[in-house]
């Protein structure tokens, strides 16, 4: 058997089977390999047919078309079978040959895997791959992360295929040792559930608030599109808002209110409790969606809750240019806790990442690609050691500007019993960063009452901690002062 591909993919579901598309567009020749035999041969005679593109029968088989060090990319179903083809392949593969995982993987694991897959003399890549099927067709943006010495072996292929920005730079580039590279797309998947809700609140309010046709809105996000907001998700709601059912009614209107999810945002969740950063929009994006699963629930309870008539009423244009304003400055916030959040996981795993350089691979290919990020770049370029997006002029400036509307926006909605959760976290976020105090005086005192667990004083040096007998019978004794 002829060593001659390039790189082999297992998994042919849609990511996996346009990602080879892609690869083999770019000069390279794949090897295809899925567990389902026959998908391999429907793939070969039909998308990929006039192709380069070789089947493989079997993994034995599979691994003896790749080139040293051979290359396999498994595009499967995250948790037990990733796992599972790691042990399949190890017993045929050799030393300095790599595997790696394009699904969405919980980082953690791909700490693991990596750290397995060395301990066998192997090298191991953990990437995130985002931009959906037609991203992976023609050009995702790619976040790879693992063994260092496996990069200079994958880069001329996925810098290849990647999304490249308007100067022809990929949106791909090495993110960092062992989960690195999952943990960055976990976090950009994190923002893509804080995006999508802020959209989707300015679209109820618009909607429920200023009653506001499909036709209607479609025409303000067309104007959006134009200007700071431009992105991605503005295009494609400004799309969906126009396109029409077969009666010619908007098909939105007769969408169930009840969305999924599939994880990544809540791992992102869970990882910033761990490590003490509140990004708190991203979380309220998390629960919207959890709340929105209680259809029947929230059916049943509008019958008996009560609240305000939802219209708001007064210059449509003006109110509209307000929700635009409170849009952007949200999108501010979340950013900011996002890379908050991967500057916090930086320091905890020892990574080195280039902030930047992140930005750069979201600015294409991505779900959340926009102008906006092009902004992040230069700052981070400008100021590698940003302690945080809201601090840089660029985005102060827009913040101070837009913060009067951003407060009418959240008021208004809060009067007329509209929720807005995502943007009402943010502007509290946005408040409680910029206030120089913040009652969590009161809360040390309680905690200290109830439990004796120490204070801080203003009047003392920092790390100095303290107990009152409040009581005047609870003793001198305190227990020892933790950060939980």
């Not at 067709?137 to 260092?148: K, N, T």
């Not at 200079?152 to 960092?176: L, M, N, R």
Request: net charge positive; hydrophobic share 40%.
């Amino acid at each position: 058997m002829e060593a001659k591909a390039d790189i082999g993919v297992i998994g042919l579901a849609v990511m996996g089977q346009n990602l080879i598309l892609n690869m083999n567009d770019h000069g390279f020749i794949v090897a295809a390999f899925n567990r389902t035999v026959s998908k391999v041969d429907d793939f070969i005679n039909k998308e990929a047919k006039g192709t380069k593109v070789i089947g493989a029968h079997s993994l034995e088989e599979f691994v003896g078309l790749l080139k040293k060090p051979r290359r396999a990319m498994l595009m499967v179903k995250a948790g037990p079978p990733v796992d599972e083809f790691i042990e399949s392949l190890l017993p045929l593969m050799e030393a300095g040959d790599i595997i790696i995982d394009g699904g969405n993987s919980l980082f953690d694991d791909t700490v693991r895997r990596a750290k397995h897959v060395e301990s066998k003399g192997l090298l191991y890549i953990g990437t995130g791959v985002s931009g959906g099927e037609e991203g992976a067709r023609h050009g995702p943006s790619l976040m790879p992360g693992g063994s260092p010495a496996a990069w200079p072996h994958v880069k001329d292929i996925f810098q290849g295929i990647a999304a490249k920005v308007e100067d022809g730079t990929p949106c791909c580039d090495w993110v960092g040792e062992n989960g690195a590279g999952h943990y960055v797309k976990m976090v950009h998947n994190g923002i893509e559930y804080g995006d999508m809700q802020l959209i989707s609140e300015a679209y109820y309010l618009m909607r429920t608030g200023l009653g506001m046709s499909a036709d209607e809105m479609h025409k303000v996000f067309a104007q959006w599109q134009e200007g700071e907001l431009n992105s991605y998700l503005i295009e494609i709601t400004r799309d969906i808002l126009a396109f029409k059912d077969t009666d010619g009614q908007p098909l939105l209107d007769k969408i169930l209110d009840a969305a999924g999810q599939k994880g990544t945002g809540k791992w992102t969740v869970i990882s910033s409790q761990e490590l003490g950063m509140p990004i708190t929009l991203i979380a309220e994006a998390v629960y919207a969606r959890m709340l929105s699963a209680l259809k029947d629930e929230r059916v049943a309870a509008a019958k008996k809750l009560k609240g305000p008539k939802s219209a708001i009423t007064g210059d449509r244009a003006k109110l509209t240019e307000e929700i635009r304003k409170a849009l952007y400055a949200s999108k501010i916030v979340s950013y900011a806790q996002g890379y908050m959040l991967m500057r916090a996981a930086a320091q905890q795993y020892k990574w080195n990442l280039n902030y930047g350089g992140i930005a750069l691979m979201w600015r294409g290919g991505c779900i959340i690609r926009s102008i906006f990020l092009g902004k992040i770049k230069e700052a981070f370029q400008k100021n590698p050691k940003l302690l945080n997006l809201m601090l840089e002029p660029f985005f102060r400036k827009a913040l101070n500007s837009h913060h009067r509307a951003w407060r009418s926006t959240v008021a208004a909605a809060a009067k007329k019993g509209i929720p807005v959760p995502a943007f009402s976290t943010a502007l509290a976020f946005y408040d409680g960063y910029r206030s120089e105090r913040l009652p969590a005086n009161l809360l040390q005192a309680q905690r200290d009452f109830f439990g004796a667990h120490t204070y801080e004083r203003l009047d003392k040096p920092r790390g100095q901690f303290f107990h009152t007998n409040w009581t005047g019978h609870g003793g001198e004794v305190s227990s020892g002062s933790y950060t939980a």
